[in-house]
Structures are given as structure tokens and as C-alpha cells.
T-cell receptor, first 115, second 116 residues
């Protein structure tokens, strides 16, 4: 069955430090992968997506992610974290058929930023 | 931001009462989804729609029904609310592959529902 695992429930980093959030997926076909961010009390905002081509994808707010098929991973990175990056981050994989796809989400990683 | 609104944004209701949540979009997207978000569970799909009057069940559909009579509106109904349905509910939309090469979804602001 398709699944997404985010091993870290909560991560704390210092402002200005680098960040890597881990995501592992299980899906038999070519995966379409996403990272979303959710600020407190808000909806989910798409950070970036991978569906083909270059395995290093750039997103908004200075985030990037690298797709590694051999490791079934799609880790999110940012070289220098800002206090405004404190939020919850969700990795998702699309299960698809025809012209429609459903998303399966990981349980999320909450990011706290220390001043 | 995608034009998605949800109403109400907050609701408190009693066990056993019917509740309807509304999702409205201005993007003319074909697909619409209802998710619930609970601590430790991430987002789980309740129902989705692939066109007017075309709907299907998701992972956690028991106790919920949906309707879509217009492209822009997708209603989620709890026929008889229970405390286990206390949650934050999100609506999402996406285009079909005719217009997009991916399956990205855009989310509304959410409805916080408390069942007492």
C-alpha cells in the first residue's frame, strides 16, 4: 500500500542554521511528490513538487528538495532558516490513475526556530 | 492564492445533530476534495469529487456524505455528528491532467468543528 513516512515529529533549529526534513514514500509507480507548509491556524500551502526531470527541485521561500529513487526519499532542505519558517511541514505522494490523483500525506514535522 | 473559501470557519455543535460544511471555489477546477486533520494523523481524505454529481469515497468516509450540484460548490455533511468527528476540515481543489502535468492540490483555510 502507498504510504508516506516523516520520521521526525518535531525539529528545533537555530535561526540561520541549515534545515533538512526527511520524507520516505512507498509507491509502486513513478511518484509525484509534494511538500506543503502549514502555519498555525492556516491552510496548507504548496512549497514545491516533483513529477519528472531534474531530481533537485526548487520551491518557494528558498526551499529545495531532492528526489532519490534508490532511497525512496524526498527530503526538504533550506540552507538558512528564518524565524518565519516555524510551521508544520507535510510531505505527500500522489496516487494516480487517468486524469485524477489523490494525495497521501505524511503525519507532518513541526519545525520550531530558536532565536 | 487559489480562490477557495470554506464556511463556516468555526462551528460548535452537539452530538447527534446534522452539520453541513461548504467549500466554494472560483477557479473552475474539476476536482474537489474534503480532508480532516487530526493531531498525529496528518491529513486524511474523506471524499472527493471529479465533476458535478460525481463523487467517491476516501480513506475515512464513514459518517460523512457529500454533494456537488455545481462546479464551484462541494458540500460535506455529517448526518449525525459524533465527538470523534471533532476535527479541522480542509477543502482542496485540483485541475485535471488536461490542464496540468501534475496532481497538485490547493487548500482552503479550513473549518474547525467541535462536537460536544
Amino acid at each position: 500500500a502507498q504510504s508516506v513516512t516523516q520520521p521526525d515529529i518535531h525539529i528545533t533549529v537555530s535561526e540561520g542554521a541549515s534545515l533538512e526534513l526527511r520524507c520516505n514514500y512507498s509507491y509502486g509507480a513513478t511518484p509525484y511528490l509534494f511538500w506543503y507548509v502549514q502555519s498555525p491556524g492556516q491552510g496548507l500551502q504548496l512549497l514545491l513538487k516533483y513529477f519528472s526531470g531534474d531530481t533537485l527541485v526548487q520551491g518557494i521561500k528558498g526551499f529545495e528538495a531532492e528526489f532519490k529513487r534508490s532511497q525512496s526519499s524526498f527530503n526538504l532542505r533550506k540552507p538558512s532558516v528564518h524565524w518565519s519558517d516555524a510551521a508544520e511541514y507535510f510531505c505527500a505522494v500522489a496516487t494516480y490513475g487517468g486524469s485524477q490523483g489523490n494525495l497521501i500525506f505524511g503525519k507532518g514535522t513541526k519545525l520550531s526556530v530558536k532565536p | 492564492d487559489a480562490g477557495i473559501t470554506q464556511s463556516p470557519r468555526h462551528k460548535v455543535t452537539e452530538t447527534g445533530t446534522p452539520v453541513t460544511l461548504r467549500c466554494h471555489q472560483t477557479e473552475n477546477h474539476r476536482y474537489m476534495y474534503w480532508y480532516r486533520q487530526d493531531p498525529g494523523h496528518g491529513l486524511r481524505l474523506i471524499h472527493y469529487s471529479y465533476g458535478v454529481k460525481d463523487t467517491d469515497k476516501g480513506e475515512v468516509s464513514d459518517g460523512y456524505s457529500v454533494s456537488r450540484s455545481k462546479t464551484e460548490d462541494f458540500l460535506l455533511t455529517l448526518e449525525s455528528a459524533t465527538s470523534s468527528q471533532t476535527s479541522v476540515y480542509f477543502c482542496a481543489i485540483s485541475e485535471s491532467l488536461l490542464h496540468s502535468s501534475s496532481y497538485e492540490q490547493y487548500f482552503g483555510p479550513g473549518t474547525r468543528l467541535t462536537v460536544t
